[in-house]
């Protein structure tokens, strides 16, 4: 501790506030309350937090100090001692968490959330039947990052969408509206989707996807789109091309089939800010399928990071011809920099496919394709 005329100078205790909720919010949700000894000044200062993460950390910690019964009280009570306006909750609802925590308690907490312009919201739910989302949520309108896993998704009639939503992801999430489509409509900001998969399938379209004119960074499972699984590659193009500020694509093939498409493809060309695709789950035997993976490849000429994961479903029938010709004078345009190709089982389908991207023309000679194989 220095001296400053003879008085000790205390940095820590003299922490600006702002300064210090800054860190607080950096650390474990524990660590951040159990400042509260280092010094008189910082007793109450963790009541400032604007970010809340109730994770497997966090109720491992307290199962040691409390046990399990106590879970939703300690929460309530945390909620009730902040002082600050919270901007991010995070809720992690594993197995054992879930036999305890009362559906209630949830639903008041996302009803404190509601009136505290709460903007970034996580609620995951591991095992056991789906929470249902309170209606208080749609009330949240200042909410820009919504993530939901495994939940029943039920807006009222009321519900005109998140105006400022910025981020949405949804994994195992069941509609219960048959409209649910109209959701992206009134997400107007939308930058971000990563839509997973949903119940009923097919209850979101294309085209309505498609009306997300500002997303910079999409992700599908197609089997949970069009309430089909085959579709022609002319479709997956026409998507793409609805989004002029895309950044980056992901697209998980699982289960998907592609039909035939005599149809002329037209590529999209525009696409100047798009640097990253991710194909997913890709059944090498499907000519189709490879066709349109190096068609899609071809289209982004600024292209610098390239992910496939190769399908091991090993009973899909063979569509096609299993090695499609590549244009690689086409290809010659790619300013690859990271190149992934990651596969469950060897075979010679798959041996050919990384050859092929082998080929690949990349930014720098030295530039490497790491090929993942298991």
Same mark, same amino acid.
């Given at each position: $501790?220095e001296?400053?005329h003879?008085t000790?100078?205390?940095?820590?205790?003299?922490?600006?506030d702002?300064?210090?909720?800054?860190?607080?919010?950096?650390?474990?949700l524990?660590?951040a309350?159990?400042?509260?000894?280092?010094s008189?000044?910082w007793?109450s200062?963790?009541?400032?937090?604007?970010k809340?993460?109730?994770?497997?950390?966090?109720?491992?910690y307290?199962?040691?100090?409390e046990?399990?019964n106590? !879970?939703?009280?300690?929460? #309530?009570?945390l909620l +009730?001692?902040?002082?600050?306006?919270?901007?991010?909750f995070v809720? !992690?609802?594993?197995?054992?968490?879930?036999r305890v925590?009362?559906?209630e308690?949830?639903?008041?907490?996302?009803l404190?959330?509601s009136r505290n312009?709460i903007?970034?919201?996580?609620?995951?739910k591991?095992?056991?039947?789906? =929470?249902?989302?309170?209606t208080? +949520?749609f009330s949240c309108?200042?909410?820009?990052? =919504?993530?939901?896993?495994?939940?029943? &998704?039920d807006?009222p009639?009321?519900?005109?969408?998140f105006p400022?939503?910025l981020?949405?992801?949804l994994r195992?999430?069941?509609?219960?509206?048959e409209?649910?489509?109209? /959701?992206?409509?009134q997400?107007?900001?939308?930058e971000?989707?990563? /839509?997973?998969?949903t119940f009923?399938v097919?209850?979101?379209? +294309?085209?309505e996807?498609a009306?997300?004119?500002? *997303?910079?960074?999409?992700s599908? *499972?197609l /089997?949970?789109l069009?309430?089909?699984?085959? %579709? #022609?590659?002319s479709s997956? &193009?026409?998507l793409v091309?609805?989004?002029?500020k895309?950044?980056? *694509?992901h697209l998980?093939f699982?289960? &998907?089939?592609?039909?035939?498409?005599?149809a002329?493809?037209?590529?999209?060309?525009?696409?100047?800010?798009?640097?990253?695709l991710?194909l997913?789950r890709?059944?090498?035997c499907?000519?189709i399928?490879l066709?349109c993976? &190096?068609?899609?490849i071809?289209?982004f000429s600024n292209l610098?990071? +390239?992910?496939? %994961?190769?399908? !091991?479903w090993?009973?899909?029938?063979?569509l096609?011809n299993?090695s499609?010709?590549v244009?690689y004078?086409? $290809?010659g345009?790619l300013q690859?920099?990271?190149?992934?190709?990651k596969d469950f089982?060897?075979?010679?389908?798959k041996?050919?496919f990384? $050859?092929?991207?082998l080929?690949l023309?990349?930014?720098s000679?030295?530039?490497e394709?790491?090929l993942?194989?298991?």
């Amino acid at each position: $501790m220095e001296l400053v005329h003879g008085t000790p100078k205390d940095i820590i205790s003299n922490i600006p506030d702002d300064v210090a909720t800054h860190i607080l919010d950096r650390l474990p949700l524990q660590d951040a309350v159990r400042t509260s000894i280092l010094s008189r000044n910082w007793r109450s200062k963790w009541t400032m937090l604007n970010k809340l993460v109730f994770d497997d950390n966090f109720f491992e910690y307290l199962l040691e100090i409390e046990g399990e019964n106590n !879970y939703g009280r300690i929460i #309530s009570s945390l909620l +009730l001692h902040l002082k600050g306006v919270i901007t991010k909750f995070v809720l !992690y609802i594993e197995e054992r968490t879930h036999r305890v925590l009362d559906v209630e308690d949830i639903n008041n907490w996302i009803l404190f959330l509601s009136r505290n312009g709460i903007k970034d919201l996580t609620l995951c739910k591991e095992n056991g039947p789906r =929470l249902k989302l309170p209606t208080h +949520l749609f009330s949240c309108l200042e909410l820009k990052h =919504l993530k939901l896993v495994s939940c029943c &998704f039920d807006p009222p009639t009321s519900f005109h969408g998140f105006p400022n939503l910025l981020s949405l992801e949804l994994r195992s999430v069941q509609f219960e509206s048959e409209n649910f489509g109209k /959701f992206f409509t009134q997400c107007p900001a939308l930058e971000i989707l990563n /839509f997973g998969f949903t119940f009923p399938v097919g209850n979101v379209k +294309l085209a309505e996807i498609a009306k997300l004119a500002n *997303l910079k960074v999409l992700s599908l *499972l197609l /089997f949970s789109l069009d309430n089909t699984m085959i %579709t #022609s590659s002319s479709s997956i &193009f026409e998507l793409v091309d609805s989004f002029p500020k895309l950044e980056e *694509l992901h697209l998980d093939f699982i289960k &998907f089939k592609f039909i035939e498409d005599d149809a002329e493809k037209t590529f999209p060309t525009n696409f100047t800010c798009f640097k990253t695709l991710k194909l997913s789950r890709i059944d090498l035997c499907n000519g189709i399928m490879l066709s349109c993976a &190096f068609d899609l490849i071809r289209s982004f000429s600024n292209l610098q990071t +390239l992910e496939i %994961t190769a399908s !091991y479903w090993d009973d899909s029938p063979a569509l096609g011809n299993c090695s499609p010709e590549v244009d690689y004078h086409t $290809m010659g345009s790619l300013q690859l920099r990271n190149a992934v190709f990651k596969d469950f089982k060897a075979s010679d389908e798959k041996l050919m496919f990384a $050859m092929k991207l082998l080929k690949l023309h990349r930014a720098s000679p030295v530039a490497e394709i790491d090929l993942c194989w298991f």
